[in-house]
């Protein structure tokens, strides 16, 4: 759905925790899917992506968890470090191209040392 | 290896002036996309572009906003006649192919004044 721009939702971990940031998708059509982050003056950065015939795909430190279900979309970051202090977005081809993709309204992730 | 380049970083226009944002790709990469991000808010789609021919041109307003991408030379996005509502952060994308992940550059933020 359309974001109303206001406050983002935010996520605050201790450095070495794992974090969990989760997404609800809105086109049960879509069948790929996109983790950015996105720090502070800077462009969205790819982290990892997904397509909708697995549930589960594993990166350095991340993890994305698909569930077509519920149409849930999580980012599992393992032993978080202050770097990884950003705003994460999913993002979906729900227009049915690559790159044509329908962002999520994003999650502060903030890492305390 | 340079990723997307983008100038310039901030651009500020009083009203009723022009805007000309300037995209150069990842190397070797021939597909260049541009998204619009209002504060706080996911990127949305405007326009997907190859060398000197638009693709999709589905999520660029009807009026004002025009995008090229020459053989030579960076692509362009231009506004004309801007108001207050197209302060946003612009970001060029790029990719080798329609499919693969989208590269973002690191965007240009106008401010119409």
């Known amino acids: 759905g359309e974001s109303v721009g206001l406050h983002l939702p935010t996520l605050s971990v201790q450095e070495g925790d794992n974090s969990i940031i989760n997404c609800a998708y809105s086109?049960?059509?879509?069948?790929?899917f996109i983790w950015y982050k996105q720090e502070s003056g800077k462009g969205p950065q790819f982290i990892i992506d997904?397509?909708?015939?697995?549930d589960k795909r594993q990166g350095q430190r991340v993890t994305v968890l698909l569930n077509k279900t519920v149409k849930h979309l999580s980012l599992q970051i393992a032993a978080t470090q202050p770097g990884d202090s950003a705003v994460y977005f999913c993002?979906?081809?729900?227009?049915?191209?690559?790159?044509?993709?329908?962002f999520g309204k994003g999650t502060l992730l903030t890492v305390n040392p | 290896n340079a990723g997307v380049m983008q100038n310039p970083r901030h651009l500020v226009r009083r009203r009723g002036q022009e805007a000309r944002l300037r995209c150069s790709p990842v190397?070797?990469?021939?597909?260049v996309y541009w998204y619009r991000q209002l504060p706080e808010e996911g990127l949305k789609f405007m326009v997907y572009l190859q060398k000197e021919n638009i693709i999709d041109e589905s999520g660029m307003p009807k009026e004002r906003f025009s995008a090229e991408f020459p053989k030579e030379g960076p692509s362009i996005l231009r506004i004309q006649q801007v108001v207050r509502g197209d302060s946003a952060a612009y970001f060029c994308?790029?990719?080798?192919?329609?499919?693969?992940?989208?590269?973002f550059g690191n965007g240009t933020r106008l401010t119409v004044t």
């Open positions: 994308a790029s990719s080798p192919d329609g499919n693969s992940p989208l590269h």
């Open positions: 190397k070797g990469h021939s597909h």
């Open positions: 993002a979906e081809n729900s227009g049915g191209s690559n790159y044509k993709l329908t």
């Open positions: 086109n049960s059509a879509s069948d790929y």
């Open positions: 997904i397509r909708s015939n697995m």
